[in-house]
């Protein structure tokens, strides 16, 4: 009869020892009686119910057990209906002779095995009384599981340990994972038979999962229509039985394996944890398993099983080895529930969190009306700007100096060096360049901090070791020779403008940086200067003699804490070419070069009003002034506005990563405001306005087709319209900012011509991809990124499109098309279709986005969900599913979601210690953009969010969430004020419009 009824248990029982075979065997039968009856959906429950409480009864074997059980036998068969397999049938009408089988067991083998029977019929009677045609949630089915096979679990340890006294030594190992062992097989098979189960009437998997994934009902998974979230459930139940086989891969593990009859235990136990593994990668690597046939592994594949499990069963490491390399492709085991933290002192309501966050919003406004916020987070820019300081006779007073050191020390990484932020490891750019500010502003050698730091970059090779960005820094100080440069000669700005190497070409922001680099190397510009800490620093950053180095050989020394991007063969080539022409190069050309150098830098400073276009082109341009013209007009306007990147904050006064994000912040900030709907923000949101409107740029910039310019009137800058460097996202954000204020009539001074404005210019920008670049459109083939000499900074010479500035032109294009149906409508609808085709193309297999400007993938996913809105691209709902399948199979126990600049530089979702409320707010916004507001998932990151949220209304997470060429993380402290606030009342407003 067992071959009749299960062909794993038919393959598997015979190899346990004797008399556990035939024990094992009369147990299966028995237990699949039970299952058979609780299976059949065709009968009333009430008729089911009584007939499990009959057969536990039955498993005590009452001196009537005879009579009761043919009674029971006759029951059981007017119960099952036409589909029961016959086998099944002819197992039921046998009770009488399984039970007579079952009274010849020894005792204490049959008390294991009646209180296995008992547990289980009675768990089923219970589950059928309750349940409807799903159970609630996870813990349900892990409850049924408990019912239906960790009872059997128990019941085969207990055996094991009657039958052998090596199991019977390690029974409380055992105990503790046999759970486990018995519900991965169960949920093995509630997976694989999903489809037969809705076939009669039945399901197994949990509401809360089918809602997070967006099925509202289970017959909902056989609709084609919805694969990619029947996808989505399977992923998520996948997880749920990975995580339960990590354990249960232990309990085989614990059982020993001294003589032949553990072995023949270890082989039982191995053969169907093997099988299930095999069976869930089928499943996972394409079988569907909500198609019409059931999902079975072949003959060959269990052959090929049992013959394995005979070679390994016996050799723990083998056999660990084996199932871990097997699991790999499964989807990561899903954490264990955490115990829901205890209620915060602060914990609100949701009407509450919103108000308190919106009052904290409103309440750091800046008198200008913008969000002037906290936006450094490099210590390297600081180094820079102290050097900068030096060479041109500006150095700040001396409680700024203070305020320097002081985060210098507090920012030091314990092995004294510093990283290219604050949150990364160590690295010789920012080390050397910071050790040399803090010997500027005055710290002595022997100082801890500078010991340390020193300490630190003679371990890796001194600032010999040092990227090019160091070394020019260096050379100009004294403390570096030129020579140890690769050359870098202006002459790139003299070849003819078509060709892709010409200077010209590249993204704007290297372009503005070499163009600056070029000018100091041709020019070999050194400070004159008799600052013996300069003598000093010749000897403290080297290993060696300074006056012994051999310069040119150093010119490829590189650390390998700072070759994050690796020199290709085309860059040493490139290098190798100019190092000939730098050996005698034209005057003329050298002459013409230059001054066509300095007039781009002239261009882009006045332009620009010397604010610069960021730290670094600020602090090299202001360097180039000083040596063109020492002392002149240019210098001081330059020196003028470095201050504008400095910020005071509690660990010191640090350098923004650009002059600000006020824009940017604060465009943000009115989308989350006026989210919330909180009565308390209209005068905050009509200060916002006045400062949007006299922040757009209303005029192009001048002679902009010389010198390699977008034009850029009627866009927004990261910060204000002085700095004149428009930019598509901030001016797709602010234009979102101000369509919303305009539904308030908040918006009157941005006229519909100033909004038709900044849409000509998002359109002017869009990519021939479809796509759209950080600032202008691309005009740089990819692979001049071969070029990259940084060392340091990914995708840097090519203003790429990504995903961000794409949805957000996108959304922005279509509000204003909803508010002004009058506008371009055919440029702007070819714009919109063109840019939804690139989001769906740029999503990943796995149903993410990479973020670029932020950390990393719940952001670069909402803004791909927030893309795909509303779109009537055919592909436009199955890249949702696979965004919010994403986003579940990365969701923490607590709620919320959590990521590092690790995942940036790894191109992989790299999970943070903790939950993040910014990254955990992306997340939200995204499943509250998918329609999934209201789904278990989303009420998880609520709860953790208002969690989170501080007495004053606002929150603090431990982690950075910006990011720039994915290598550094960026500091955007607006983030954990705006975007909570808005997540927050995107649900409160979905959950009203359900309501």
């Not at 013209?629 to 330059?638: R, T």
């Not at 098309?817 to 085709?837: C, K, N, T, W, Y």
Request: with cysteine.
């Amino acid at each position: 009869m067992l071959p009749l009824t299960s062909r794993t248990f038919a393959l598997t029982v015979p190899l346990l020892p004797s008399p556990l075979d035939e024990i094992v065997t009369t147990a299966y039968l028995l237990c699949r009686v039970v299952d058979t009856v609780e299976d059949e959906s065709g009968s009333p429950v009430s008729d089911r119910v009584q007939l499990l409480t009959e057969l536990a009864a039955l498993a005590a074997l009452p001196p009537d057990w005879r009579e009761r059980s043919a009674a029971a036998a006759e029951r059981a068969r007017g119960l099952l209906g036409s589909g029961t397999p016959a086998d099944e049938v002819r197992l039921v009408a046998g009770l009488p002779v399984v039970l007579e089988n079952f009274t010849r067991l020894p005792r204490a083998a049959r008390g294991l095995v009646q209180e296995c029977l008992q547990d289980m019929a009675i768990g089923m009677a219970d589950t059928l009384s309750r349940r409807q045609s799903a159970l609630e949630d996870v813990d349900e089915v892990l409850a049924y599981c408990d019912v239906v096979a960790s009872t059997v679990g128990r019941m085969l340890t207990g055996l094991f340990a009657w039958r052998s006294g090596g199991a019977a030594a390690v029974l409380p190992a055992l105990t503790a994972r046999a759970d486990s062992f018995g519900r991965v097989l169960q949920l093995t098979n509630i997976i694989k038979d999903v489809r037969a189960d809705l076939d009669a009437n039945r399901c197994w998997l949990p509401r809360t999962v089918l809602a997070d994934c967006g099925v509202d009902s289970p017959e909902r998974l056989r609709d084609p229509e919805n694969a990619t979230r029947a996808r989505a459930v399977l992923r998520r139940m996948i997880a749920i039985a990975h995580r339960e086989l990590v354990d249960a891969v232990a309990y085989v593990d614990a059982l020993p394996s001294a003589d032949a009859a553990d072995a023949a235990i270890r082989r039982f136990c191995t053969a169907p944890l093997l099988m299930a593994v095999l069976t869930l990668r089928k499943i996972w690597r394409g079988d569907e398993v909500f198609g019409v046939r059931p999902v079975k592994i072949s003959r060959r594949t269990v052959a090929a099983a049992m013959l394995t499990t005979r070679v390994t069963a016996a050799r723990p490491t083998a056999l660990t080895t084996m199932l871990t390399a097997l699991r790999r492709s499964l989807p990561g085991p899903l954490p264990h529930d955490a115990p829901a933290p205890p209620p915060a002192r602060t914990r609100r309501s949701l009407g509450e969190g919103i108000e308190a966050a919106a009052a904290r919003l409103v309440a750091a406004q800046s008198p200008t009306g913008s969000w002037h916020e906290d936006y450094g987070s490099m210590p390297m820019f600081l180094a820079q700007y102290v050097i900068t300081c030096h060479v041109v006779g500006a150095m700040p007073d001396e409680h700024t100096r203070a305020r320097m050191v002081h985060h210098f020390r507090v920012r030091q990484n314990p092995d004294g060096g510093w990283g290219i932020d604050i949150e990364s490891d160590s690295m010789v750019l920012a080390s050397t360049l910071g050790y040399t500010a803090l010997r500027l502003l005055g710290v002595p050698a022997d100082d801890p901090c500078a010991r340390g730091a020193r300490a630190f970059i003679l371990r890796h090779g001194g600032a010999l070791a040092a990227p090019h960005w160091a070394k020019l820094m260096l050379a100009v100080l004294g403390v570096f020779d030129w020579k140890g440069l690769y050359p870098f000669p202006p002459e790139g700005w003299l070849l003819p403008r078509g060709l892709p190497v010409h200077l010209g070409r590249l993204w704007c922001y290297p372009r503005v940086v070499f163009t600056s680099m070029s000018w100091l190397y041709a020019r070999r510009a050194v400070v004159r200067s008799d600052d013996p800490v300069l003598r000093e620093l010749r000897d403290e950053l080297y290993a060696v003699p300074y006056d012994r180095i051999d310069w040119r050989k150093s010119r490829g020394t590189i650390a390998a804490t700072d070759s994050l991007r690796p020199r290709s063969w085309l860059l040493k080539a490139a290098f190798a070419a100019l190092s000939i022409y730098e050996a005698r190069p034209s005057p003329k050309l050298r002459e013409r070069a230059m001054a066509t150098a300095l007039d781009h830098v002239d261009h882009e400073n006045r332009t620009s009003n010397y604010v610069g276009h960021g730290p670094i082109p600020k602090f090299l341009d202001t360097l180039v002034w000083h040596f063109a013209d020492p002392g002149g007009d240019a210098v001081l306007a330059h020196a003028k506005r470095l201050p504008d990147y400095l910020w005071d904050s509690a660990d010191g006064t640090r350098v923004q990563s650009f002059n600000s994000s006020e824009t940017w912040d604060t465009s943000f900030a009115v989308q989350a405001l006026v989210a919330s709907g909180s009565p308390g923000a209209r005068e905050a949101l009509r200060s916002a306005s006045g400062f949007l409107e006299r922040n757009q740029r209303l005029t192009d910039v001048p002679d902009a087709e010389r010198h390699f310019r977008q034009p850029g009137r009627g866009g927004w800058t990261l910060s204000t319209a002085e700095q004149a460097w428009s930019i598509t996202d901030g001016t797709a954000e602010a234009l979102k900012a101000v369509l919303a204020l305009d539904e308030l009539g908040l918006a009157d001074d941005v006229t519909p011509e100033r909004r038709l404005a900044a849409v000509e210019f998002l359109l002017a920008t869009q990519n021939a991809d479809g796509g759209w670049p950080a600032y202008e459109p691309n005009a740089t083939p990819a692979w001049l990124e071969k070029l990259n000499f940084s060392d340091v900074f990914d995708n840097l010479m090519v203003d790429y499109s990504t995903v961000e500035p794409t949805a957000s032109c996108v959304t922005a294009l279509r509000r204003h098309l909803a508010r002004h149906p009058d506008g371009p409508r055919a440029a702007i609808e070819r714009a919109v279709s063109r840019g939804e085709q690139f989001i769906v193309d740029s999503q990943r297999a796995e149903g993410s986005w990479e973020g670029f400007w932020g950390v990393c993938f719940t952001y670069g996913t909402w803004f791909g969900v927030k893309g795909l809105k509303g779109s009537r691209h055919p592909g436009a709902r199955g890249a949702v599913d696979r965004a919010c399948e994403f986003l579940l199979a990365h969701q923490r126990p607590d709620g919320g979601w959590g990521e590092t600049i690790e995942g940036n530089r790894n191109q992989r979702y790299v999970h943070a210690a903790t939950s993040q409320a910014v990254m955990t707010s992306w997340a939200l916004l995204a499943l509250t953009d998918a329609g999934r507001a209201t789904s278990p998932s989303a009420r998880r990151a609520t709860d953790f969010l208002l969690r989170a949220q501080l007495p004053d209304g606002g929150w603090q997470d431990d982690h950075l969430s910006g990011a720039m060429m994915r290598c550094a993380a960026m500091n955007y402290d607006g983030y954990q004020r705006a975007f909570p606030l808005w997540a927050l009342s995107a649900v409160a407003d979905s959950e009203g419009a359900s309501s």
